[in-house]
């Protein structure tokens, strides 16, 4: 039974509105939410004094309707609803008042706060300075390319070059921009299947012959031959030009202008290649090991290397491989060139290093007939280690305290705070956070862009929506409000369990609830269903605002299941924040200075810092600052639950969802006690979540809309 109360200026007056059979209370779940919220559907009718009550009222008045019910043998206040008199449709002569009300609820507020733009420096949240280091970048330039390879520890990536060709290349690199030239090996092309006789291999640079002493390449009067200098020198493969050393030299990956040899036993061809290869570090250091560095040259060959003011040469010989390893098997570091002498069609393979080392692709997009690496090694890593510089990042804001500051200036009756009663996820080591204390802490993105970092940000915009939308597409988080006011974010897992990470919450069973008049249970007949295919998108991509390089750039999500649809791709890009600090300090020119850095900070003695996290993906390991901010920690730790279906690629890998979304849709009707729509609820299919949920007010039926696991 349900009776009606106005609220008007906060007091409340007894009504009597006349409302037809067919008025319900809905719950429905807000857009893109887990929440619900609910509303009065149907039209109320105030006569007589009830007319007079709203008539009179002044003309700003807020009417707050009440509606309470008697199931607990009292009245108790079931749900609000709200109007104006811009609202209401008026008949004087009549004194009849129609309405239809707006649903009133604790989310009001925030909803219509969401995209409110607030600067974060004038909300002053309390501040919480992070560490971080300045790594200091490793540069590689291969002689005559456009473009220059950089390297941070494992992560690596491209910058193009002001002057790609010069007139004197060895001493304008050596002498003018302080490179350091990396001799290499002269790589002839090939295998034993493809080349008769297996000519293929290093050759000395100089001598140019085969580092196991079996063959050379000698001119003789202006041709090349590949001699056997086991067998008397006699030739066995010829150039079949006479391009001279050109052929052996310049920018390794040109195919154009290479000196081709064919084989004198049969028609099989290979090719020589010698690159050029200069190397240095950049850093902020005087001194990196024993050796002083030099000033960074204001005209350098890159256009912007803002955060470095030093330079020191490097000798990379010991750490420089040239391989043509190759499969007939696809691998992610691509396929040799259709027009290669030897090995077209086949698939680069990544070589082994000795020890733990693992190499890291040089100008991997360029490779056309073979593939070349740098590995790192003890001597390296004490290089990169002495020329790093600790920062620390003086105006930073943790995520919790963000938000409490967003909601005093939207809502101040709904709290937040870093506890676990408000975020089990964010503020605890479940195993769905992998078991880490972690803080995620944003700063303007300015404070690590800027190299000189003296003077901190002035202005930082964000919206309320901004932090939800980062929450979602990085931890897979959601949000509602309880009923205590507070702010709650939790894993899309606890929403699908019925509010819990450690068991199903179920609030109602259909099942061993009877229906009074026949005896048998609500759920009888009525275990129909059909599937809702808009739920199974075949991808996700994720990007951040800005580019980063791979374990941050992360890679798609693949559904593996012949029931999704087609061409359906779901894009997650975090608008306002990018994570990757090492990018973002080394390439400062291709960051945009609005927005936030995010970071997953780690705490010891009440310092924040920012750790090293070693990030696999195939038989590549990446150590990168930040690391727990990084999209390949992210996937397989925050994102193998709620997926389409159970077979799924993540990281490159195959592998098998933890849980998968509910697209069985059943729709059940019963009279009984009111459940809880966020928990979940047993019918004849099984145990669903509910989706949405009527009560029609004149007798008290309950219909509900249930999602069920699709197998």
């Known amino acids: 039974m349900y009776r009606f109360l106005l609220d008007i200026s ?13 008025i319900k209370k809905e719950y429905a779940k807000e857009a893109n939410q887990e929440f619900f919220r609910e509303k009065l559907n ?12 709203i008539n009179n009222s002044p003309f700003s008045t807020l009417f707050t309707v009440v509606l309470q019910n008697d199931s607990t043998g009292y009245w108790v206040d079931d749900s609000e609803a709200y109007f104006y008199k811009t609202d209401c449709e008026f008949d004087q002569d009549t004194k009849i008042v129609t309405v239809n009300t707006l649903p009133k609820d604790r989310y009001d507020d925030i909803i219509a706060g969401m995209d409110k733009e607030y600067d974060l420096i004038e909300l002053a949240p309390e501040i919480t300075p992070v560490s ?13 390319a456009s473009f220059i390879n950089n390297f941070l520890d494992g992560v690596t990536w491209q910058q193009p070059v002001i002057t790609p060709s010069f007139e004197a290349p060895s001493s304008t690199l050596t002498n003018d921009y302080f490179f350091t030239f990396t001799n290499t090996k002269t790589i002839v092309t090939g295998d034993s299947s493809s080349l008769n006789p297996d000519v293929s291999g290093l050759y000395d640079r100089f001598t140019l012959i085969r580092d196991d002493g079996k063959y050379q390449i000698v001119d003789v009067s202006g041709t090349f031959e590949i001699q056997d200098l086991t067998d008397s020198n006699n030739p066995v493969f010829r150039a079949i030009d006479t391009s001279g050393l050109v052929g052996l030299n310049g920018h390794p990956f040109d195919i154009d202008g290479r000196t081709t040899f064919q084989s004198l036993t049969d028609s099989s061809q290979c090719r020589t290649f010698s690159p050029a290869v200069y190397a240095r570090i950049l850093t902020n250091a005087t001194t990196i090991g024993a050796s002083a560095t030099n000033e960074l040259p204001a005209s350098d060959i890159v256009a912007d290397n803002q955060n470095y003011s030093r330079v020191l040469g490097l000798d990379l010989s ?24 030897a090995l077209a069609g086949e698939y680069f393979v990544k070589p082994t290093v000795s020890g733990s080392e693992q190499p890291y692709p040089i100008s991997r997009s360029e490779w056309k007939e073979f593939s070349m690496w740098m590995y790192y090694d003890t001597a390296l890593r004490d290089l990169q280690e002495d020329g790093a510089e600790d920062l620390t990042i003086t105006q930073a804001y943790k995520i919790s305290d963000v938000l409490s500051a967003l909601l005093s200036e939207i809502d101040s009756s709904i709290t937040y705070a870093e506890s676990t009663t408000y975020s089990e996820f964010l503020h605890g080591t479940g195993s769905i956070r992998g078991g880490n204390a972690l803080y995620p802490i944003i700063t303007p993105k300015s404070n690590v862009v800027v190299g000189d970092y003296d003077q901190p940000a002035q202005k930082a915009p964000i919206k309320l929506s901004e932090v939800f939308a980062l929450l979602w597409y990085f931890h897979k988080c959601k949000w509602y409000i309880d009923d205590s006011n507070r702010l709650r974010i939790e894993h899309i897992h606890f929403f699908k369990n019925g509010l819990s990470y450690d068991s199903q919450q179920i609030g109602a069973n259909l099942t061993t609830q009877l229906e009074p008049k026949t005896g048998k249970a609500w759920g009888y007949w009525q ?7 808009s739920k199974l998108p075949e991808r996700f991509e994720f990007s951040w605002m800005d580019d980063t390089s791979v374990p941050f750039d992360g890679f798609p999500i693949d559904i593996r299941s012949l029931f999704v649809e087609k061409g359906n791709i779901e894009n997650w890009t975090i608008g306002r924040f ?10 400062p020119a291709e960051i945009s200075k609005e927005g936030f850095v995010f970071f997953e900070a780690t705490e010891s003695s009440g310092t924040y810092s920012l750790p090293f996290v070693e990030l696999t993906v195939g038989d590549e390991t990446f150590k990168v600052q930040n690391g727990y901010a990084a999209f390949m920690h992210a996937h397989p730790q925050y994102h193998k639950y709620a997926l389409p279906a159970t077979d799924i690629t993540i990281n490159e890998e195959d592998t098998t969802a933890t849980t998968t979304i509910r697209t069985k849709q059943q729709e059940v009707e019963f009279a009984s006690v009111e459940p809880d729509p966020m928990q979940l609820i047993t019918t004849g299919l099984g145990t669903g979540e509910i989706e949405g949920m009527e009560i029609t007010l004149s007798n008290g039926t309950i219909k509900i809309q249930v999602a069920h696991d699709t197998e």
């Open 318 to 341: 010991g750490n420089i491989l040239q391989s043509t390893l190759n499969s007939t098997d696809p691998t992610r570091y691509g396929k040799f060139a259709d027009d290669s002498a």
């Open 578 to 587: 990018t994570s990757d600090v090492d990018f973002i300090q080394s390439n």
């Open 42 to 53: 149907g039209t109320l009718r105030f006569v007589r004094e009830d007319y007079d009550l």
């Open 132 to 144: 971080m280091v300045r790594q200091p970048l490793i540069q590689i330039y291969l002689e005559g």
């Open 10 to 22: 906060s007091t409340r007056y007894d009504v009597n509105p006349i409302w037809s059979d067919g």
């Open 527 to 533: 275990n129909k269903y059909k599937f809702d295919k």
